[in-house]
């Protein structure tokens, strides 16, 4: 007997590889979105149901009667498409976001300020919407999909990246190498740490609670690459890539406005996602290494060029203003020339400077 599924969304970044990934498994696989937005990746074969699955009402008419042996849902409203499907799926599984983790999006909310590193599925929620209204309403809408399917998987995606991605935060470094720049500005010396998933790795993570329903059943999991790279770390491979080198100029984070794109407007706080449930649980590894993920997106982004100045560059908040960027150098460079004429006393240092210190409050005492 055919077994059947459905992918919610299925044009975005991750969609074709859902997609093909319950092909393979043996599921006829179909996709309901919009219809707005049709990709080459998805086969020619598969159904598309065309409606908005922001609306309930709507979702609900263009599948009933159907009934799906999987539905993973991408896309739209997610508390409407998990209340739509109750009664309509054997297996449901869902992607949120990671801002229901409190402070995540405000790490001033904790004391002391920041997330613990990593951040595990356990990790505190954000407690109201007075608090914070994104984070609690992922949070809610996350306890609405177990209402009604308390055996679903949920998945917590991290920034995303590759191909056909919406917010191309890496756009922001490979343009500057396209441009020409030979420095970069970065916040604390690019040394904070984001988890981030490529495309194809989130939805071989999705997939694994198809192939494990027992094990997931009820249970919410962090996905992303399991290597993190450092800001600082991420630019200078993707340079690396291109061919090209630059100088990283360091300023502290509260003035760094050029690189904040790069961290999606966010401070320089680590956002780390703990992976050990979802590699314990559902045996996660990386099906594409950083490189790989890495090389890919820049392909992508140097063969589809975002407009300058137009709708994606608006949307990640980048005026690529390069006369500002290096008056901030500038003033960088002056003032870590003032920060070096500042004297100070030099310590004893090394192994036997201490031992010297040692001995002589040795003999005092």
Request: aromatic fraction near 8%; proline fraction near 7%.
């Given at each position: ?13 991750t969609g074709?590889?859902?997609?093909a990934?319950?092909r393979?498994r043996?599921?006829?696989?179909a996709?309901?979105?919009?219809g707005?937005h049709?990709?080459d990746?998805?086969?020619p074969?598969v ?13 609900e ?6 009934r ?7 896309y739209?409203r ?7 499907f ?9 992607v ?5 983790y409190?402070g995540?999006?405000?790490p ?8 613990p590193?990593p951040?595990p ?10 608090e ?5 309403m ?7 999909v177990f209402?009604?399917h308390?055996?679903?998987a949920?998945?917590r995606?991290?920034t995303?990246?590759?191909p056909r991605?919406?917010?191309p935060?890496?756009?922001c470094?490979?343009?500057r190498?396209l441009d020409?720049?030979?420095h970069?500005?970065?916040?604390d010396?690019?040394l904070?740490l984001?988890?981030a998933?490529?495309v ?5 993570a999705?997939l694994?609670?198809?192939?494990h ?5 009820g ?12 800001l ?5 491979w993707?340079?690396d890539i291109?061919?090209h080198?630059?100088e ?5 984070g509260d003035?760094v406005h050029?690189?904040r794109?790069m961290l ?6 680590h956002?780390?996602?703990d992976l050990?449930r ?7 590894r990386?099906?594409v290494?950083?490189?790989t ?5 820049v392909?992508w ?6 407009e ?14 390069y006369?500002a960027?290096d008056?901030?150098i500038?003033?960088a460079?002056a003032?870590?020339e003032?920060?070096r004429?500042v004297?100070?006393p030099?310590?004893?240092?090394g192994?036997?400077s ?12």
């Amino acid at each position: 007997m055919t077994r059947s599924a459905l992918v919610v969304g299925g044009t975005g970044p991750t969609g074709p590889f859902l997609v093909a990934g319950l092909r393979e498994r043996g599921y006829e696989t179909a996709i309901l979105h919009r219809g707005e937005h049709e990709i080459d990746a998805i086969p020619p074969d598969v159904e598309h149901i065309h409606t908005d699955p922001y609306d309930g009402e709507a979702l609900e008419g263009a599948i009933a009667p159907r009934r799906f042996d999987v539905v993973v849902a991408s896309y739209g409203r997610l508390r409407e498409v998990a209340r739509v499907f109750e009664g309509r799926t054997e297996r449901f599984v869902g992607v949120g976001g990671v801002p229901l983790y409190r402070g995540w999006m405000r790490p001033e909310d904790l004391a002391p300020r920041g997330l613990p590193a990593p951040v595990p599925e356990d990790t505190a929620l954000v407690e109201s919407a007075e608090e914070l209204r994104k984070g609690f309403m992922i949070r809610r809408t996350e306890e609405a999909v177990f209402a009604h399917h308390p055996t679903a998987a949920m998945f917590r995606y991290p920034t995303v990246y590759g191909p056909r991605q919406l917010l191309p935060l890496d756009w922001c470094i490979v343009r500057r190498v396209l441009d020409g720049r030979r420095h970069v500005v970065l916040p604390d010396g690019g040394l904070t740490l984001h988890t981030a998933g490529y495309v194809e790795n989130l939805a071989h993570a999705v997939l694994l609670a198809v192939d494990h329903p027992e094990a997931s059943a009820g249970r919410s999991y962090n996905c992303g690459d399991e290597r993190t790279l450092t800001l600082r770390q991420r630019v200078e491979w993707i340079a690396d890539i291109m061919g090209h080198r630059f100088e990283i100029v360091n300023v502290p984070g509260d003035v760094v406005h050029p690189s904040r794109p790069m961290l999606t407007h966010e401070e320089s706080d680590h956002r780390l996602m703990d992976l050990t449930r979802l590699r314990s649980e559902l045996g996660y590894r990386d099906v594409v290494s950083t490189d790989t993920a890495l090389r890919r997106t820049v392909e992508w982004l140097c063969a589809n060029r975002p407009e300058p100045g137009g709708f994606t560059e608006q949307l990640l908040g980048d005026p690529f203003d390069y006369a500002a960027e290096d008056a901030l150098i500038e003033a960088a460079q002056a003032g870590l020339e003032r920060l070096r004429a500042v004297s100070w006393p030099t310590p004893p240092t090394g192994g036997a400077s201490y031992i010297a210190v040692a001995e002589r409050a040795k003999k005092r005492s």
